[in-house]
Structures are given as C-alpha cells and as structure tokens.
C-alpha cells in the first residue's frame, strides 16, 4: 500500500520536480505542476521545486532537445505560477551534491527491489535496446533530490507513489546503519483522497507523452490544436438504452470535462448520456471551448517567459544558489556520519 499524506505541519520541508521533457501535457499540469504552484501559496513551509534534467538523461539523450526542454520547462513553471521568490526553484544538475548523494544512496538500494520498480518494468519493456543502469536507479536519483534538502512532503501524481515509498526505505536502512536519524520519512503528498490522473485522449490509459501525440493536450498547443485534439478523441457509437454505463472512452470525456468544464454543463451530458440522446460532437464543442479558455491564459504566461532568455537564467541562478546551500549543509553532516570528510588531515590523526 502506498501512504499518502493530505496534511502539512510546520517543520515539514516541501520537494518535488518533474522530468524536462519539453512536451508538458494537462496531464502534468494536473498531476503536478498546479499543485506546486498551489503549495507554494497555501503553505509558508520552505519549499524546493526543480526540473529534473538528470532524470531525463535516461531517455532524452539529445543535447540540443534538452536544453530547450529544460528552458520550456523552466518557463512552464514560471507561466503557471511557481513563485521563485517563496520557493526554491532550480536546476538539478545545478545542485552538484545532489550527485553525491546519489552515490552513497546506491549503497542502501537493492538489486531486487529496484528491479521489482513498475515503472522499470514499464521503460525496460518500452526500450528493451536501451536497459541502462540509470533507468535502474532513476529511484535512488529521485531519493537523492528528496533527501538532499530533507523534504518530508513529496507533491507527486499516482505513478510516482512507488518511488517515494521507494525513498523512505532507502533513509530508513541509512539511519538504521549508521544508528542515527540523519533523514525523516518523505511521504507523498496529495490534496486530495485520489490523485487526479488525467486521461488520454485515445481513449485508453492516462495522458502520457509518449503515446502518439495525438492523445494529450500539451500547454503550449494553439487553440485550434486543442480544438483539432479534442474533436479527433476516441468515443463509441453511443447509448443505445437508457442509462446504460459509461464506457471508458466516453468517461474518459466526462473526466476531462471535470477539469475544465462547469457543473451544469457536465450534469446537462451526463443526463443526455442516461437519456440517449447525447451528441459527442456537441460534448465535445463545449469541452474544447472550456480547455481553451483554461489553457490559453497558461500558454500565454509560458511564453512570455520563453521569450525571456535572461530572465530565465536569473531565476535558474538565483534558485541554484539557494539550493546549493541547503544541499551542501546535508552532504556534510552526512560525510561525517559516513565516516569521511574533506578534511584530510583530521580523518587520519583520529
Ligand atoms: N520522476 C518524477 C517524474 O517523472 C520527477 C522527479 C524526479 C521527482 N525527482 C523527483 C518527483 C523527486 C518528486 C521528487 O515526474
């Protein structure tokens, strides 16, 4: 069982990133990023929001893609609202130590369970040409950015709850080695009971960009992408007796309205669903006209950002220092404890 915590308390220390991928879908507006921008403002506990390019190494191996994912991301971040001025918002490969703790980490991650790892399992199946020792320890790079700040707190969607279980094991065998509490429990955090998965549009399956493109609505799609995407989502034949179930593709439709769409409209569907006499093309004029005008506020915001180069390396500058500080504090007490330290002298005259 995976433990979601819905609280936060005053010591708690907030972390969490996402990949750089470049292609940010509502999927990941939902899943993630909203809820950093919101954390931000209904919590004054310290915070660290970073982009994950590291991670993204293990999949994205084209040096110019990355950078103009990384600065997309960046400016995503930004656009939908993190404030870099109440929350630490950086690079990860801008934060050195955060590889170091990678390092002594691996040394409390087993083979077995980081090969038992569903979404392993899933990338080694998608990739089977390309099983590299990254992907196997993705969770212990993902523990090394939780613990490098001593985040207690870990917003993430569904898919991630495995791995910051994955997290507390990894701290617990190190306290339990070194007989001391050096790390608290990262929990993941959601608002909510359920996390919001958000599904794809070709009527299987969550938002995910690796699907045909197609079947997720990026932030940065115009709005006759969005239109174009929503009017081609997968639907049946429709009802053809009284309410009758929902099939998946149809509640898929039906989920994406819950975000976008108001409560009348939606009640007005569902009843012509149990009624049989819903249109999907009428459902789907309004659930693009409501995507739209949720979207495009956000798309414009990102690119303001996109179009502010300088900007973005100020933050990025500003974000990576006052990470480095809190990062560096942990790597040392914990060189300590590991029994090394960069004082040469001191390690061998006691
Ligand atoms: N793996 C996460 C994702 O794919 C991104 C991530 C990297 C992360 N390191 C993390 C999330 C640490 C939370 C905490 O979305």
């Given amino acids: ?32 990023i909203r809820n950093f921008a919101k954390m931000i403002d209904d919590f004054e506990n310290p915070s660290f929001f970073f982009i994950a390019d590291w991670h993204a190494l293990t999949t994205h191996q084209d040096a110019a893609l990355l950078k103009d994912s990384v600065r997309k991301t960046l400016a995503t971040y930004l656009g939908c609202g993190l404030d870099p001025n109440k929350s630490t918002i950086y690079l990860q490969s801008d934060v050195p130590a955060i590889s170091e703790l ?30 590299n020792a990254g992907l196997l320890t993705y969770p212990v790079l993902m523990a090394a950015d939780v613990l490098i700040h001593k985040g207690t707190k870990v917003p993430v969607g569904k898919d991630q709850a495995q791995h910051i279980e994955m997290i507390r094991t990894f701290s617990n065998r190190l306290n339990r080695v070194y007989k001391k509490e050096i790390f608290k429990e990262a929990l993941a ?12 549009l070709n009527g299987s399956g969550k938002m995910s960009k690796s ?18 995407k929503i009017k081609r989502a997968k639907t049946d034949t429709g009802p053809t007796e009284k309410n009758s179930p929902l099939t998946q ?5 039906f989920d994406l309205m819950a975000l976008f769409s108001n409560e009348e409209q939606i009640t007005y569907f569902k009843n ?40 973005l390396v100020e933050i990025a500058k500003s974000g990576a220092e006052k990470a480095n500080n809190s990062a560096n504090n942990t790597i040392e007490e914990l060189r300590d404890t590991l029994g090394l330290t960069r004082k040469f002298l001191n390690k061998i005259s006691n």
């Fill in 1 to 32: 069982m995976t433990t979601i915590s819905k609280t936060i308390t005053k010591d708690d220390i907030i972390v969490s990133g996402a990949r750089s991928t470049g292609v940010i879908h509502i999927g990941n507006y939902f899943g993630a």
């Fill in 102 to 131: 990678y390092l002594y980490l691996n040394m409390f991650a087993h083979l077995g369970e980081l090969e038992r790892t569903a979404t392993f399992k899933e990338k080694i199946a998608a990739n089977p040409n390309n099983i």
């Fill in 189 to 200: 955090y959601s608002y909510s009971d359920d996390f919001v998965t958000v599904p794809s």
């Fill in 211 to 228: 699907d045909d493109p197609n079947s997720a609505i990026l932030l940065l799609d115009s709005d006759k992408d969005i239109e174009k």
């Fill in 249 to 253: 593709e149809v509640k898929n439709l």
């Fill in 272 to 311: 012509s669903y149990l009624d049989c006499s819903i249109r999907y093309g009428d459902l789907k004029n309004q659930l693009a006209l409501d995507a739209i005008q949720f979207i495009r506020p956000l798309r414009e915001q990102i690119e303001e950002y996109i179009n502010k180069p300088n900007l």
